[in-house]
């Protein structure tokens, strides 16, 4: 058990909303990474978060936001959201300093109709 | 960045066979784990390999760091080992991003 949990599990939205999604890691895991897998592919990475702030992106643009609260819980908003936007987020948690294990969690499947 | 390829990219195999999966990495790397993508989703750690050869039961791995390759092994494979096997590696220091591999399906038939 990674003890990552995500919420919600799946998501609808309408192109052009806004979306946040919600990221909590186990106790001892301070550093947040997002990844967006799309259908038939592997995932890919967004950006990472360590100490509330954001340390390395990937090539994803400005309308991907995120957050890290005291807690190391994180969020991840998507703006003005494509149809291409349809994917599974994932989120992914270590320790800074420790063990460059990453544990998963289960994911949130987004649809942009 | 660093490029990853998997391969093959489907294989199916009848319960008990044994199979080779593979990783090519293009440059060097501190950290390659292997993974396993249940049907809804969930990313499952299977093996943490930069280096070196390792064993979990029916799974074995092992990573030739010096040739920037890497192998998973299943053997006696069953129904339940069905799913996405992707290998991803961490080419910068400590700096926990991932790049992934576009995965092998794995099919087990009864």
């Known amino acids: 058990d990674a003890g990552v949990t995500q919420s919600p599990t799946h998501l609808i939205k309408t192109r052009g909303q806004q979306v946040t999604l919600r990221c909590s890691p186990k106790?001892?895991?301070?550093?947040v990474s997002w990844y967006q897998q799309a259908l038939g592919q592997g995932p890919q990475f967004i950006f990472q978060?360590?100490?509330?702030?954001?340390?390395q992106r990937g090539n994803f643009p400005d309308r991907f936001s995120g957050h890290q609260f005291p807690n190391y819980s994180s969020e991840l908003n998507v703006n003005a959201l494509l149809l291409g936007d349809s994917a599974l987020y994932l989120c992914?948690?270590?320790?800074?300093?420790?063990?460059?294990?990453?544990?998963f969690g289960p994911g949130t499947r987004l649809t942009v109709l | 960045g660093i490029q990853v390829e998997q391969s093959p990219p489907d294989l199916i195999l009848q319960e008990g066979a044994n199979s080779t999966l593979r990783c090519n990495f293009s440059?060097?790397?501190?950290?390659l784990q292997w993974f396993h993508q249940n049907p809804w989703g969930q990313l499952i750690n299977l093996f943490y390999?930069?280096?070196g050869t390792k064993q979990n039961g029916r799974l074995s791995a092992t990573t030739v760091a010096t040739e920037r390759y890497s192998l998973l092994y299943i053997s006696s494979s069953q129904t339940t080992d069905s799913g996405v096997y992707f290998c991803?590696?961490?080419?910068?220091?400590?700096?926990?991003?991932?790049?992934f591999g576009a995965g092998t399906t794995v099919t087990v038939r009864a």
């Open positions: 991803a590696v961490e080419s910068g220091s400590n700096d926990y991003k991932l790049s």
């Open positions: 106790s001892g895991h301070d550093t």
């Open positions: 978060y360590y100490e509330e702030e954001e340390r």
């Open positions: 390999i930069p280096s």
């Open positions: 440059d060097s790397v501190n950290n």
């Open positions: 992914a948690a270590a320790s800074w300093g420790g063990p460059d294990t990453q544990y």
